[in-house]
Each structure stands twice: as structure tokens, then as C-alpha cells.
């Protein structure tokens, strides 16, 4: 069964940079949209970043843009988030989610049906 397992999170000041690593297992990702997501304490989790099957496209959360980018890299099933410039509301558990249908779009998420599984997430903390 495939899994996607976060990694990369941390405790950081104000103004400093993560990068989060999501690496799949189970089957390729390849071909297949994915993204970021975080949920705050006491919030509902919501979308940060997502790529196209063919990272052709990118699109981002208002709130991210200019800071944070996601890339992935193929050979090794990895999804990652450079996260710059983190501000304490960007403290969040981070997840990613790849689209259960391939060829998707970086809008894939706007479709609840296109999630598959959870992982454990990674916790970000941005002190101030």
C-alpha cells in the first residue's frame, strides 16, 4: 500500500528556512499531482502548495507566496517544501497528500474525492 512519510520539521526563529521532505513508498508518484497541506492547533487543515503531475504548474496558499516553493524529484519519489522567510502563523503539523488519479492538475486538491492517505505529518515551529 502506498505511504508518504514527512519529514524535515523543526524548531526555527522568525525569518529562518526548512525544507520539508515527503518521500512515497508503495508506488511511484510520478505522473501524479501532489501537495502540502498544515493544520494549526486548533485549526482546520489547510492547503499550502501543490504541482501538477507534470510540474508544469504550481500554485500556492496567498499566504505562502514568495516564501515557500514545492519541487519534487522523480528518481527518488520525494515531494519537497522550501520554506523561507517562516513567520510564527506558519506553525503547523505539515502533511502531504498526492492525487489518487493521474495527470492531475496543481488544482487536483479542490476535489476532496482526489485525496489519498494521510501520513504522520511533520511539526514546524516558528518562534518569534
Known amino acids: 500500500q502506498a505511504q508518504l512519510v514527512e519529514s524535515g520539521g523543526g524548531l526555527v526563529q522568525a525569518g529562518g528556512s526548512l525544507r520539508l521532505a515527503c518521500a512515497a513508498s508503495?508506488?511511484?508518484?510520478?505522473?501524479?499531482?501532489m501537495g502540502w497541506f498544515r493544520q494549526a492547533p486548533g485549526k482546520e487543515r489547510e492547503f499550502v502548495a501543490a504541482?501538477?503531475?507534470?510540474?508544469?504548474?504550481?500554485r500556492y496558499a496567498d499566504s505562502v507566496i514568495g516564501r515557500f516553493t514545492i519541487s519534487r524529484d522523480n528518481a527518488k519519489n520525494t515531494l519537497y517544501l522550501q520554506m523561507n522567510s517562516l513567520q510564527p502563523e506558519d506553525t503547523a503539523v505539515y502533511y502531504c497528500?498526492?492525487?489518487?488519479?493521474?495527470?492531475?492538475?496543481?488544482?487536483?486538491?479542490?476535489?476532496?474525492?482526489?485525496?489519498?492517505?494521510w501520513g504522520q505529518g511533520t511539526q514546524v515551529t516558528v518562534s518569534s
Open positions: 497528500n498526492s492525487d489518487r488519479i493521474p495527470k492531475g492538475l496543481s488544482t487536483w486538491y479542490m476535489t476532496p474525492a482526489r485525496f489519498g492517505p
Open positions: 508503495g508506488r511511484t508518484f510520478s505522473g501524479y499531482a
Open positions: 504541482i501538477s503531475w507534470n510540474d508544469a504548474n504550481t
